[in-house]
């Protein structure tokens, strides 16, 4: 896709995603591979996403695990919690890789798993999957 | 008369005769009892002769004490006795003599009359008489007083006289007359009979008889008696029977008893299991059933042989030794077991015997007891044997196991080695990636770069630079895990040590606006001995920690003297901060290896986790411990102790001032990474003087990019293998004048030293690992060569190990650096081996690119004098150009177009494959056409590979792989010509932007704060200076640095504090109203 198309697409009509990352470059790699697409929203924690995500529910969220404070499996157990946001799928993003937090990342409610380092091509075909 | 007497005297002579010659005492008495004639006998009767009793008085042998009348006539003729009479007379000796006396009275023709008296002697006859009573007398009183009841019967049977004893036997009274049958003393009628047949046989057939039977008392009771008795006469039973009968009731009680108790013992004798035997002479002369039984041979056997015959022949002289030892008195084992041979079955029977020494019937034998053990023996054996087996089975798996573990500790020591082996190999394999990521951006960073590059590789420098830290932390705790990390002994100065920490740790205080002070007193000892690379190592983890953790307030650095001994001093660091804290049971897992004081604590503070690890095991092999205080919000106090040699060489107080002012005085910011740097700073005055590190180089720290120095008519002798090393190196050097000969292994080296000449090189850098000839081999042939005795030889090296650097020494080079290799450390190890002093400190003045482009290095190809250096990774930009006929701006314009058209091109052919992959397979062609003509070599070989694969028919899956590269190097491509090409486009100059359009991007980007969209980064990144110029630096770097966080927030806040202090708040409602 063409920038100067993408520029000239309107925002809103773009679905929009919520990146929730506490690494700043993780966020900085996944809103450049979005935002031609999509409307990116960016929080650092656990904490801004759920804040984030009450006040305006996002097409879809992309979730870290190990974050301070609140870490995403947390996250993802109070965004299923509130009816507002328990519609919205929650991709996890992690480094854990074990077979068990990705059964547990599902079995909590997220729409998908994807494990870092990421794919690019991987990422958008699965976040486009989810918003289908 | 006479004639008359003669015939008369023939009478009378023949009278006379008659009269003396007869036996009797005769005597002629005249009527006045005077003895007138007296024969012999009667003279010989008294012992008188004749002459003296003619004419005595016949009373002559009267005893004086009896007179007549008392026993004698008072006269013999007018009373005479008309029978016989015993005189009891006395002789003229004075013996008394019984006599019969009879007289008888004469009268003599004369009428005279005489008494003729005859005298019997009877003394004797009366003497034997009484004695006959006496015996009689003492005979029945023998009878009567018989404890024996004794009882004398008729013919028939019936009792004619019985003793007092069998009165008594019978209870009977002396007075009670005996019944004339003697039934009722038997207890039955029955044994009357019986018993007085048997009598009645005996005695008709002459034999005595005895017996003993019951009998039954006059009160009826019963007791045993033993009767004996036989006939008066044997051969005429008409005398009587004779009988003597004994109460034995005792005696049968008693025998009774002992029949009982005998047949007790000799039940258990007979029936025991075990055998009792006693031998006395060599013979078993007792021995119970069970012997028999088990030996097999008879009594009589036993009796006339040597018991020994009984026991197995291999045994005999065994039990003999023990029997004759115990007969000796020897002391013998109480127990003991041997085995015997069954005479009848010829089994072998094992026996265990005891024996004891007795008395028997008055001699010493031995009273043995013998058990048959064959069973509990074979028990045993068996037993044993499974022991044995047991034994050996455990045995040989001991022997198993003790091999395994020697295989273990041998493969373990093995493992050891190999892990040692794999810590230097990884040492190496992970600093030589390392050394070409951090030279080459530090060489990209003195290119051309316009901004986004120079903070992309500035980034990439930063990280490479945290990486190496991390994987320094790792391997050193590897090594102290595999006990491989050595410490060194050497002679340092503390001061040194002290100056590197504030050195290394400073800046990021100081950045962080925190108080950064050191207390050392005078006292403490400088010259020290020990590792002083480790301890700095402990002292720039813990401080560095406590910057970490501490926001505000201060980080200071103590050192106090706790214990001097013996050329040893122990001293005690404290590092306390005024930081977060900890809680004790945070504490208490810090310093376990990958822990920190609670997992979220990594994500917000970073780190491996090892530090403190590490920190500890140093402070461990330093002979110190390290412990900490810490409250939670207050801060923590972390100290250790360690023990150092001192050297004599102590400097004075007054020497260390001098050096201190003057290193003050030409004081710059030490080094980033620890290296000597000659720089002291004292303890009295650090303790003064907060470190103040200047601004310029905190930003610098570790990622400051050094000034080349300037070195003059300097040749070096680069030796390196590694291509990606020798251009690092080679063109670090370059840029600091010097020139570099390159030789690709040691071989080549010492070539090009043999012919060159000891003068021709100033130094060399030595590789150690290299094909063909390694560093050490190269520097022991040049030092054998005198000429190169003394060229300085510097090893170049990824082995950071101690015993590495130690090898480098023994091998005879000079120094050593470690890679990858700091430029800074770089130029000063050149400084030092040189002589050259002119360091000259890197002119700011200078534009690196000019000097890059001086220097001729950077291979970017100058065409049609535009200012753009053209290098993209994955583009063969000389190709490309030439295809473009040479035409950088065609050529830009290409790549532009390519960008924009064909930037998703993996994408659009992933997405065909799924519908039409004729489709895929075009587009996969035409990108490769496309690249082929810009240059993009891996761009076209990927596409060509996709264009094969589709064609061949392989399913999306298998091609993902190359799709996915293509995709990632289309991206990195387009990414690079957009960057390139897009500048001029989309960043316009930001000084040229007018008041009026920053202030509407600012109410944009904070419109895009508010809203949380990633967007505002992208604004930030376009005008950003522009923005910037609207606020004060402070305030717009917090807003930036708190935006690049992507924490909107804080930026936001910031942002519209920034702006009402510069009064232009009132655009961001405005604004966004509109």
Redesign the interface.
């Known amino acids: 896709?063409?920038?100067?198309v993408s520029k000239a697409m309107s925002?809103d009509s773009k679905p929009t995603i919520?990146?929730v990352?506490?690494t700043?470059?993780n966020?900085?790699v996944l809103?450049a591979l979005l935002?031609d697409q999509y409307?990116?929203?960016?929080?650092?924690n656990g904490l801004?996403a759920l804040e984030?995500a009450a006040a305006q529910p996002p097409d879809l969220i992309l979730l870290d695990v190990?974050?301070?404070?609140l870490?995403g499996y947390e996250t993802c157990r109070r965004l299923k919690a509130a009816p507002s946001t328990a519609g919205v799928p929650v991709i996890f993003l992690t480094s854990r890789t074990e077979p068990e937090d990705e059964e547990f990342g599902l079995l909590i409610g997220a729409a998908d798993y994807i494990t870092k380092p990421i794919?690019?091509?991987?990422v958008?075909e699965r976040v486009a999957k989810q918003l289908k | 008369m006479i004639h008359q007497t003669t015939t008369a005297q023939e009478n009378s002579e023949l009278l006379s005769a008659a009269f003396d010659a007869t036996g009797n005492g005769m005597c002629f008495i005249d009527e006045a009892g005077i003895v007138v004639r007296a024969n012999r006998s009667f003279c010989d009767m008294l012992g008188y002769s004749a002459g003296d009793l003619i004419g005595a008085p016949w009373t002559i042998a009267v005893p004086p004490d009896r007179t007549a009348g008392s026993g004698f006539p008072r006269s013999l003729f007018s009373d005479p006795p008309s029978v016989a009479e015993e005189w009891h007379l006395r002789r003229k000796d004075g013996a008394l003599l019984t006599a019969l006396a009879s007289i008888r009275i004469i009268t003599l023709s004369s009428g005279l009359r005489r008494a003729l008296v005859f005298l019997t002697d009877i003394t004797e006859r009366n003497r034997l008489a009484d004695q006959l009573r006496q015996n009689l007398d003492q005979r029945e009183t023998i009878l009567q007083s018989s404890m024996v009841g004794m009882v004398f019967l008729n013919e028939a049977g019936r009792p004619l006289w019985a003793n007092r004893a069998m009165y008594k036997l019978f209870g009977l009274r002396q007075t009670d007359t005996l019944e004339a049958s003697l039934e009722c003393f038997y207890p039955s009628r029955e044994a009357y009979l019986k018993t007085g047949a048997a009598v009645s046989a005996a005695i008709a057939s002459g034999q005595a008889f005895e017996d003993e039977f019951q009998m039954r008392r006059k009160d009826g009771t019963l007791f045993w008696v033993y009767l004996a008795g036989h006939a008066v006469n044997p051969a005429d039973p008409s005398h009587g029977t004779l009988w003597v009968l004994m109460d034995i009731t005792k005696r049968r009680q008693l025998e009774e008893d002992l029949n009982k108790s005998e047949e007790r013992y000799r039940q258990v004798v007979n029936h025991v299991t075990e055998c009792i035997f006693v031998v006395q002479d060599a013979r078993i002369a007792f021995g119970n059933p069970r012997l028999w039984e088990l030996t097999g041979f008879t009594p009589e056997q036993l009796a006339t042989h040597p018991f020994i015959i009984a026991i197995h022949p291999d045994d005999r002289q065994f039990v003999l030794d023990h029997h004759t030892r115990r007969l000796h008195g020897e002391q013998v084992e109480q127990y003991y077991q041997f085995r015997v041979v069954n005479a009848l079955t010829g089994n072998i029977i094992w026996v265990q015997l005891a024996a004891v020494q007795i008395e028997w019937e008055g001699r010493p034998a031995t009273l043995s007891f013998m058990t048959d053990v064959t069973e509990r023996k074979r028990l045993e054996d068996s037993l044993r044997e499974n022991i044995a087996e047991r034994i050996r089975l455990e045995t040989l798996q001991i022997q198993a196991e003790l091999k395994e573990s020697e295989l273990a500790r041998q493969h373990a020591e093995d493992t050891t080695r190999a892990k040692s082996m794999f810590l230097a190999n990884m040492s190496h394999e992970i600093r030589t990636p390392m050394n070409a990521i951090i030279g080459m951006t530090h060489l990209a960073l003195l290119t051309h770069l316009d901004p986004k590059q120079r903070d992309y590789i500035d980034?990439i420098r930063s990280a490479g630079i945290s990486l190496l830290g991390i994987i320094n932390d790792i391997l050193d705790f590897s090594k102290i895990e595999a006990g491989k990390l050595d410490m060194e002994r050497t002679s340092f100065d503390l001061d040194d040590v002290l100056a590197n920490v504030s050195a290394v740790t400073g800046a990021k205080a100081h950045e962080k606006g925190l108080e950064y002070r050191f207390q050392v007193p005078p006292d403490i000892p400088r010259a020290l001995v020990g590792d002083p690379l480790r301890l700095g190592q402990v002292l720039i983890n813990l401080v560095n920690n406590a910057i970490k953790f501490t926001e505000r307030g201060e980080v200071a650095l103590s050192c106090h003297r706790n214990d001097v001994s013996a050329g040893r001093v122990q001293l005690q660091f404290s590092i306390r901060d005024t930081g977060i804290g900890m809680h004790p049971e945070q504490t208490s897992r810090l310093f376990r290896a990958f822990s920190q004081a609670d997992g979220?604590?990594t994500?917000?503070y970073g780190g491996t986790g090892l530090g403190l690890s590490i920190a500890k095991r140093l402070v461990e092999l330093m002979g110190g411990s390290i412990w900490l205080d810490s409250m939670p919000g207050i801060g923590t106090t972390i100290r250790f102790t360690a023990w150092f040699g001192i050297t004599d060489a102590q400097k004075t107080l007054h020497e260390r001032r001098h050096v201190a002012t003057e290193s003050i005085n030409r004081a710059r910011p030490p080094a980033a990474i620890a290296h000597r740097s000659g720089h002291s700073l004292p303890a009295e005055h650090m303790s003064a003087l907060p470190v103040e590190i200047p601004r310029s180089s905190v930003d610098e720290e570790a990622l400051r990019i050094s000034r080349p120095p300037r070195f003059r008519n300097i040749a070096v002798l680069l030796v390196e293998d590694n291509e990606v090393n020798q251009q690092i190196a080679t063109e670090l050097m370059q840029s600091a004048g010097i020139h570099v000969d390159l030789a690709e292994n040691g071989r080549a080296a010492i070539d090009i030293l043999m012919q060159a000449g000891p003068d021709r090189y100033a130094m060399v850098f030595m590789d150690v690992q290299m094909p063909e000839m390694d560093g050490h081999e190269a520097t022991r042939r040049l030092r054998a060569d005198d000429r190169f005795a003394d060229l300085p030889i510097v090893a170049m090296t990824a082995h950071a190990l101690v015993e590495e650097r130690q090898r480098c020494f023994d091998s005879g080079m000079n120094d050593h650096l470690a890679k990858p290799v700091h430029p800074d450390a770089l130029y000063q190890s050149i400084a030092r081996w040189c002589g050259q002093p002119d360091i000259v400190e890197a002119s700011d003045a200078e534009d690196p690119v000019t000097r890059t482009e001086n220097t001729g290095s950077a291979g970017i190809p100058q065409s049609s004098g535009a200012v753009i250096s053209l290098a993209i990774e994955g583009l063969d930009v000389q190709s490309g150009l030439m295809r473009a006929m040479g035409s950088m701006d065609f050529y830009l314009d290409m790549l532009k177009r390519f960008s924009?058209?064909q930037?998703?091109m993996?994408?659009a052919i992933?997405e065909a494959l799924e519908q039409d992959r004729k489709i895929a397979e075009r587009l996969a062609h035409s990108l490769k056409g496309s690249a082929s003509l810009l240059g993009a070599g891996q761009v076209q070989q990927l596409s060509g590979k996709l264009e094969t694969d589709i064609r061949h028919g392989l399913v999306p899956e298998a091609l993902a792989t190359t799709?996915?590269q293509l995709?990632?190097q289309m991206?990195r491509l387009c990414d690079a010509i957009d960057d390139i090409v897009s500048i001029p486009a989309d960043n316009p100059p930001q000084q040229d932007i007018d008041p009026e359009e920053a202030l509407r991007r600012l109410a944009e980007f904070a419109i895009l704060l508010e809203?949380?969209?990633?967007?505002a980064?992208?604004l930030l990144d376009k005008y950003g200076a522009a923005m910037a110029s609207l606020l004060d630096a402070q305030s717009w770097a917090t807003v930036e640095q708190s935006a690049?966080?992507?924490?909107?927030?804080a930026a936001r806040a910031a942002l519209m504090q920034a702006a009402r202090r510069t009064g232009i708040d009132a655009i961001f409602s405005t604004r966004r109203e509109t």
Do not use: W
Request: charged share 35%; no cysteine; hydrophobic share 40%.
């Open positions: 896709m063409n920038k100067a925002n919520l990146v990352d506490d700043p470059d966020v900085m809103s935002r409307k990116v929203k960016v929080a650092a801004k984030l190990m974050m301070p404070e870490d794919n690019p091509a991987d958008l | 980034k979220s604590t994500r917000r924009n058209g930037r998703r993996a994408q992933h799709l996915f995709d990632a991206q809203a949380f969209d990633s967007e980064i992208a690049r966080r992507y924490d909107f927030d």
